[in-house]
Antibody, heavy 124, light 108 residues
């Protein structure tokens, strides 16, 4: 069965860095676009970043552009989010999510699998 | 950027009630809309994609409709396990995606 397992969250001071990982299994990881979505405590969902199935295209929300970098290692079935210059407002549960478009043959229409989330707290 | 506005932000309903949640897009998005259910402490779950297509394994009491700028999620007969927060998400500007603000469905 499909599994997405995030790790790497924790407490970090403002201005610090953190790298999140998302280990994927149960599907052909190299065939699907992947995303990071976050949720601040008590708030709604915010899409953060996307990476194409082959890593050739990346896209970011304006709120993290220039500070966060999404990447993937298809040989390790793992998705990453490098977070630099962290701010208090980046405090959130971070989810990785798989979209349902196989190699973008047909456009994505939903995120069909999500990880359990990892909590990032930015605080001094 | 395309904005999604959900209404209401919360509602109280009883088991067996018919519940309707609305999502309005700031510009036309064809049928590129998904709906998710999220329970406390859990990841969101995909319910509906392409505005009206039911995700595999989702009960048929859930349905979606709409196109352009106005969309609805309907639960035909609310069950105890349906008390949760519901979000819409647009895919028209993929991969720059946005979510609605959420609608919390509570027990009356």
């Amino acid at each position: 069965q499909v599994q997405l397992v995030e790790s790497g969250g924790g407490v970090v001071q403002p201005g610090g860095s953190l790298r999140l990982s998302c280990a994927a299994s149960g599907f052909t990881f190299s065939s699907y676009g992947m995303h990071w979505v976050r949720q601040a405590p008590g708030k709604g969902l915010e899409w953060v970043a996307f990476i194409r199935y082959d890593g050739s295209n990346k896209y970011y929300a304006d709120s993290v552009k220039g500070r966060f970098t999404i990447s993937r290692d298809n040989s390790k079935n793992t998705l990453y989010l490098q977070m630099n210059s962290l701010r208090a407002e980046d405090t959130a549960v971070y989810y990785c999510a798989k979209d349902n478009s196989v190699r973008e043959i047909v456009g994505a229409t939903g995120f069909d699998y999500w990880g359990q989330g990892t909590l990032v707290t930015v605080s001094s | 950027a395309i904005q999604l506005t959900q209404s209401p932000s919360s509602l109280s309903a009883s088991v067996g009630d018919r519940v309707t949640i609305t999502c309005r897009a700031s510009q036309g998005i064809s049928s590129a809309l998904a709906w998710y259910q999220q329970k406390p402490g859990k990841a969101p779950k995909l319910l509906i994609y392409d505005a009206s297509s039911l995700e595999s394994g989702v009960p048929s009491r859930f349905s979606g409709s709409g196109s352009g700028t106005d969309f609805t999620l309907t639960i035909s007969s609310l069950q105890p396990e349906d008390f949760a927060t519901y979000y819409c998400q647009q895919f028209n500007s993929y991969p720059a995606l946005t979510f609605g603000g959420g609608t919390k469905v509570e027990i009356k």
